[in-house]
């Protein structure tokens, strides 16, 4: 759990190990952020920058070297992955990035209170933390550190009644006139040959835009957008396996990517 | 169905009939809507000012002595709502105003597709239509009414694994500082007196925010919010049951207010 | 719970008070049942002659009078009140009586267990105790008391993906042979008066057979049959909600029937 | 769909082709069991004792060497595996088998009706066919064979709220006295070797029986069972993914069998 695993992480650390670290104690590299968004102080502050983030997507490089790697949360990992193009090219409004995110009965973690009972979880349509969710601090993180100044998002994350998966829906704010096309070349430049990105829009049918319900089981981070016109408004959507992408599969995709193996072993069917 | 009551309304109207309108066909007032929002061009814009937007929380004395009562769309209802006091009290950037629909499969009409057949539609997180979805058009005319200036909202319906139910989560940007309890006032200044409208913030427990599973059955709407200090965000969250207060139980209650029954006549238990 | 309560029922027993218990440790008469289906011996053995079964429908005129009410199992009631009239009858191989029961989670007690945590119960069909579940002991009480002789029971629960309801699929075989009409007129006259039991057979749509979708919220029991003459076989099927017929609303309409009230008091909408 | 495959079948069959058939029209080896369970006469009867009923764990040589196999019902396949080695092995009482099978609402097969729209669907236990289901006729078919006699079944379909799964409860009396271990000894006989049977009896936990939520996706057939000493009755549980073992699974299995391929090749992962 977050908070117990940094006295293991540091040892382990200072014996050389390589880790990958599947709690928050150093996803984020500054110590302040510790004392916002979880309200303690961080114990080894020194270490916090020797902790690669772990979205082999954002930073394949670092993490092939990297000694210690955090893997990033469910909802952070896939909301930053539909926003990290749109940060990168300066295409929004950077006052307005609004995350309304919604979640699986098996993001709430292993033990378990009354409110995941199966009888006060089933049916809901839940707002759990409307304002100040811990995630955001890792979204924020990432998103200022590609724009090069401070990025500030506005997360509100829902509870839904399956089991497996998060949906993002990315509301943003275009500061330029694009079109579909324009976006598509975006999305495509940045994750084309992605293993684990699959960017989604069909016409037509049931699929077209990203739904957790055909990512769960896989690492795939699914990624589809829609404009509105009439607001100037760009939706970009994201949904992955809170279990995958969101946590264990991760932590083998970077595995890969640390020890040189195909990124997709083990991870790929 | 809409676009078909048309004739059917007119006939009635003319004939001097009191009419209770469950479908689009009179919402909008403006005949231009009609073009924008539905795709057709409204056989009779003339009466399109004799309907009363049926809203009793928003129109009461209009009600009282319409000839002619629309029915809101239930997504429409659920978020003007929770928006009417912010948008009155000019509380919020009106260029920002992000509605983050969840609703359940009664939501999709009688007709059904393969879309909304159980073993395609259980387990979902579906966009829908996340740009330009047709109830968007009515809660703009309606902010736009109380605030005298052309109010816009950017609204993405999402489908989720219930059958009853609609929780709108309506991200807003402060314009001023406020704080709960000054928020607190104004909606009770609003909706204190209201028998149908449930004002919601337990500070602990399962209920601390509006929750769909609590209203199925009834026609409340809760209404409910969260301050975003970080963001200067203000979520005013709001659920209904899409069936009662989103369609049937609105009809009832206007047709009480209508006839001078006591309003709470057969939908309140 | 279940154990616990015999002392306090002892103690306000004898100070002469009226009650109403819905533990299940004065539900059955024999002191060896406790024995056999609890696995401990009761305290007060003395007392369990004192209780009445608490079902109105098989004991009206015992529970007016009693001072001790125990009300029973809710998979038991929702079983014995679809096989009683069959056993009164004398019409079904009392060797043969199969029940299969399905049950939501609620069901489960406010306890909660990993098993009950919404990411493990949700999308289960979970057998729970296919031999010897406790609740097999009521109903082969009551069966037995009016059959005059002693009842075999060979009850299953399931646990599916609901949270209040339960079906009893009670699969018994006809001695002798008898056709729709003679059994209607068997339920009829055993419950045809009953204000909370509704026999039930469309011949089409999608409620030809009790379901308890249809009761959940209501102290309803639905009862309704099919015949499979291949086999010799009557498929009684019951359906009720847990946590009314099967819990409070069975002890709201026993504290009615009791206190000489209207027996649909506070439990007919 | 069932009934329009015969033409089709028979077609290619005197072209000399070798077919897989998913329907029903060739399952069946009496042409009077077509009479009997789906009302229309068999118009190439002739045909029917060339088939091969296509459950390799049954009929492997057979299928090996057949032109035309006829994969099973989902709900056939799922209930006889559990059934079979008990009629065999003479074990049980053969007049009273009770299988009480409960599904997910992809077994409703492509078409949909309003009873399988989510709106009406979700939430359900519906008793859809508790008698005369036509999934029997295979059963007894293939349970006749072995025993040499003819086996009756008695079986009721239960429509849950899952979308892929079946479990089987199969209610049996025991003839001799038997324990667990000459039980397992007798399962592990039939289907020690069988790649896509996993006999499960976990002693604590949450899958101390077979439950379809562990099967789906896969092609396995899972079999545990209790014993009810109290009643002389075994309870024998299957469980399958209705659209694996019990269709398309079936279909590649056998192909993997007639083309002497690993018959675990493309559905084993």
Sequence with gaps: PHGTAADIVKALYDRGMKIIDLSADFRLHNPEDYTKWYGWEHKYPDY???????????????????????????MAVTSMLALYPLIKNDLIDIDHIVVDSKIGSSGAGAGGTSGTQHA?????????????????????????????????????????DIVRGILCTNHTFLKKQVDEKDLWKIYRAEFGEEKFIRLIRDKNGM???????????????????????????LIALSASDNLMKGAAGSAIQNMNVMSGFDETQGIMY
Excluded: W
């Design 207 to 233: 699929y077209k835009f990203p739904d957790p319900k055909f990512v769960v089981g896989s690492n795939f981070c699914d990624i589809g957008f829609d404009l509105d016109d009439d607001n100037n408004r």
């Design 48 to 74: 916090l920058s020797k902790s690669v983030f772990g979205v082999p997507e954002l930073h394949r490089d670092k993490i092939k070297n990297a000694q210690l790697v955090s893997c990033p949360g469910c």
């Design 120 to 160: 006060m979880r089933a049916g809901v349509i839940r707002p759990y933390k409307p304002a100040k969710h811990r995630h955001t601090g890792e979204i924020e993180q990432e998103l200022s550190e590609v724009a090069g100044k401070k990025i500030k998002v506005a997360m509100s994350p829902h509870a839904v």
